[in-house]
């Protein structure tokens, strides 16, 4: 995959790192060549930024179907929705249950994939407050707070979200509402079983395109490779050590489920947990874009999917024996060439769904019958 705009081209379209609400939504003349797009927006990020501020706090959730195309598929962990009304419909739901939602831009990482095909990696900060029925977790203590990190990465054309990959730490959120991530996930799994299982085909299609999968790299000079190196390091070779070579020894890390730690050994200790579950385990990074920030630092995101048997005990409770998809997002902070952070976002709470029994049949691993 390569990009038809330089990583660090349009130097005036700039990130959300450090700037104030008030600076983010200041209305500008157009900064950068925006085919198609409606006159408000001055830049892509400003189209990022603005349209989620307009939809989520504004509460002007008909401007989805001015912002998604009318055939869009929404992936996430737990299943994909397709077609802008139930976009609109999920927005509806999510707004009747918080009502004071505050969708904070912590940073959108982009790229311009082809001519007018833009793409961007958006990371937010949710705040807000239970006041109705939480359809992902049900019942909960009226007036329950939650603030969950999520990433989403949106393909855009000429004003329209024509594909979106959704990464929320829901786990993390179903603690906050005083919930077992592990018994919600239970429910789930039980309505899985239910009904037509072709409904869950999405997943095999997934787990076998991650398979097949063949890493591409970025152009020469591209930022991402570094983070690239490392995770293949990491999850193809399991050399650890050498792929924390290039990371920061104070490097910040957060991870999915309240892990937050420092230091080069926090990080191997979170890429080792995940992959030391999974068996025959493949991993692919399926989209990469970086963008300059501040003090001369670069942000790097890398969308990314992973599979595997779960045939070791860990994190996710015992061994299952099932087939497992994650799929995510991890947002990088370069300095000097150096790893300095690494925010990493998946739904840890679907992969607990798989594990417990959701989510459709197993596929069979590579040379099983």
Not at 166 to 187: T, Y
Not at 296 to 322: N, Y
Not at 336 to 348: L, N, S, W
């Amino acid at each position: 995959m390569t990009h038809s705009v330089a990583w660090n081209q349009h130097p005036q379209v700039r990130s959300p790192v450090g700037r104030t609400i008030g600076d983010l939504l200041q209305v500008r003349e157009r900064q950068q060549p925006l085919q198609g797009f409606d006159a408000v927006y001055s830049d892509f990020v400003d189209y990022i930024v603005r349209c989620t501020h307009r939809i989520w706090e504004e509460k002007d959730i008909g401007l989805c179907r001015t912002h998604y195309g009318e055939d869009v598929v929404m992936h996430t962990l737990a299943g994909p929705a397709r077609g802008r009304e139930a976009v609109v419909q999920g927005t509806l739901g999510a707004l009747a249950a918080y009502a004071d939602r505050q969708v904070v831009a912590e940073d959108v990482i982009w790229s311009e994939d082809a001519p007018a095909t833009f793409y961007s990696s958006h990371r937010i900060t949710s705040r807000s407050t239970l006041e109705g029925r939480d359809a992902l977790y049900g019942n909960a203590v009226p007036g329950a707070a939650q603030m969950a990190t999520t990433v989403a990465d949106c393909l855009v054309r000429e004003n329209l979200i024509v594909e979106e990959w959704l990464f929320r730490d829901n786990a993390r959120a179903a603690l906050q509402m005083g919930h077992s991530p592990r018994e919600v996930a239970q429910a789930q799994a039980e309505a899985d079983r239910v009904g037509d299982g072709s409904r869950h085909a999405w997943r095999r299609e997934w787990m076998q395109k991650v398979r097949a999968a063949e890493q591409a790299w970025p152009e020469a000079g591209h930022p991402a490779e570094s983070p690239m190196r490392m995770l293949r390091a990491a999850w193809g070779d399991d050399l650890y050590g050498q792929a924390a070579a290039g990371v920061s020894p104070s490097i910040e890390v957060r991870w999915p489920t309240g892990r937050r730690g420092w230091g080069r050994g926090y990080l191997i200790g979170c890429l080792v947990q995940l992959r030391a579950q999974l068996h025959d385990f493949h991993f692919n990074i399926e989209h990469w874009a970086a963008r300059p920030l501040p003090n001369d630092e670069v942000a790097v995101a890398l969308r990314w999917a992973a599979c595997g048997v779960h045939a070791s005990p860990g994190a996710w409770g015992p061994a299952s024996g099932r087939d497992i998809l994650v799929a995510g997002s991890s947002h990088y902070v370069l300095r000097a060439g150096r790893i300095v952070r690494d925010q990493t976002v998946f739904d840890e709470l679907a992969v607990l769904r798989q594990v417990l029994g959701g989510l459709g049949t197993d596929v069979p691993a590579e040379g099983q019958p």
